[in-house]
T-cell receptor, first 112, second 114 residues
């Protein structure tokens, strides 16, 4: 079956530090890959996505590249801000329209 | 802006007292989902509607039911809430077809069971 593996959190960084959150996946076929962000007390917001190999998703300074050879979709940001503090979920969709598989989420805390 | 709306944002109920959570959408999406998210966990799909067709996940307890009276609205009914049902409940929508693979989430309803 499909699965998503994320690095365990929490991740604590100083403001303006470089961020990487690792995500690897196992899936049949050719999945679409997503990063969702969840701010405290809120629902999930789509941060970025990529639908085929070598695609790069980007939004709000965050980037992730769909790497089929390493089955990875790592999230990166060059300079984090306190406002980026949230939980980040890597997810994939493969096969049926309804089947989205989420990782466990990685909590990011950015300190001034 | 097109969006997914959930009401209420916070719901407190008593053990065993039925509760209904509401979701509405202005996206005109044909698929609506209900997820349960417990603290520090990934969202867990409970069920979804594809148009009017209800699709239950195999491990969703019978205590959870859903109604979709029209395209825009979907309800989650918990018939006899237990302490273990305290969680964030997330509604999401999507459409189907080539190139339409994103689920859009509402802000969630935080359910407390006393």
């Amino acid at each position: 079956g499909n699965s998503v593996t994320q690095m365990e959190g929490p991740v604590t960084l100083s403001e303006e530090a470089f961020l990487t959150i690792n995500c690897t996946y196992t899936a049949t076929g050719y999945p679409s890959l997503f990063w969702y962000v969840q701010y405290p007390g809120e629902g999930l917001q789509l941060l970025l996505k990529a639908t085929k190999a070598d695609d790069k998703g980007s939004n709000k300074g965050f980037e992730a590249t769909y790497r089929k050879e390493t089955t990875s979709f790592h999230l990166e940001k060059g300079s984090v801000q306190v406002s980026d503090s949230a939980v980040y979920f890597c997810a994939l969709k493969s096969g049926g329209y309804q089947k989205v598989t989420f990782g466990i989420g990685t909590k990011l805390q950015v300190i001034p | 802006d097109a969006m997914v709306i959930q009401n209420p944002r916070y719901q407190v109920t008593q053990f065993g007292k039925p509760v209904t959570l509401s979701c509405s959408q202005t996206l005109n999406h044909n698929v609506m989902y209900w997820y349960q998210q417990k603290s520090s966990q990934a969202p867990k799909l409970l069920f979804h509607y594809y148009d009017k067709d209800f699709n239950n996940e195999a491990d969703t307890p019978d205590n959870f039911q859903s109604r979709r009276p029209n395209t825009s609205f979907c309800f989650l009914d918990i018939r006899s809430p237990g302490l273990g049902d305290a969680a964030m409940y997330l509604c999401a929508t999507s459409t189907t077809g080539v190139g339409t693979d994103t689920q859009y989430f509402g802000p969630g309803t935080r359910l407390t069971v006393l």
